[in-house]
């Protein structure tokens, strides 16, 4: 008996110690029905200052070091277990990318800065938020999908439109938690409530407003793109 439970105890704790990456994905997969693919990764250091680690891939500038698409491309993008359990298996560190639009969640990033006043403004006017996405220089508002003739109607009426907002629509990606890139680790700033089958995501009009405007008031004028 002694022997048995022993085994019992090594098992579970082989449990505990799944990769966290793994992990993640198979949550966005199997749990929430996201369809989720490996980021390229990191390579060594170099090329992008002394804090920040190259990407992986072939362009010694790229920028978005570790957080796009490469290999598989984005079109493989599944929700199916058994390919992400393959991708995460030989590739524990890589990054989840989300692949967004369709019936996946969408979103809208801005720089770290506009992106805190954003969400301040936001929580001021008890606007109901989703998840939030964060990286040292940008966050990122997860929204629910949307197309890009509903977005062009929404933008067409606004004065400017900083070109430092991104948004992740149809065709789109977004680098998750518990993910690494060259600009640092990826974390929930605001996280799914725990227990949903699936989070709540708000409509893009609930937030794009103060998000043009949190944007259009950064230091730089919301004019400096930051991946």
């Known amino acids: 008996m002694r022997e048995i439970l022993g085994r019992r105890r090594r098992l579970r704790f082989r449990r505990k110690r799944r990769p966290a990456h793994l992990d993640a994905a ?14 390229v990764g990191l390579g060594p250091a170099g090329g992008r200052g002394d804090r920040e680690r190259g990407c992986a891939c072939p362009d010694p500038d790229c920028v978005v070091p570790g957080a796009h698409p490469f290999d598989p491309g984005l079109l493989a993008a599944t929700t199916d277990a058994r390919m992400v359990r393959w991708w995460w298996t030989n590739r524990p560190d890589a990054p989840v990318l989300l692949a967004t639009g369709g019936r996946a969640p969408c979103a809208v990033s801005l720089p770290a800065v506009a992106g805190a006043r954003a969400m301040a403004v936001l929580d001021r006017l008890e606007t109901r938020l989703g998840p939030v996405v964060a990286t040292p220089t940008r966050w990122s508002l997860l929204v629910a999908p949307y197309t890009l003739e509903q977005l062009g109607e929404l933008l067409y009426v606004k004065d ?29 700033e605001r996280e799914p409530l725990a227990g949903s089958a699936s989070p709540w995501l708000p409509d893009v009009e609930a937030v794009v407003d103060a998000l043009v405007e949190a944007s259009t008031s950064a230091p730089d004028g919301g004019s400096r793109l930051r991946y």
């Open 160 to 188: 400017r439109v900083p070109s430092s907002l991104r948004f992740h629509g149809q065709g789109g990606y977004l680098v998750l938690p518990p993910s690494d890139t060259g600009t640092g680790q990826v974390r929930w």
């Open 26 to 39: 198979l949550l966005c997969a199997t749990e929430w029905h996201w369809p989720v693919l490996p980021g």
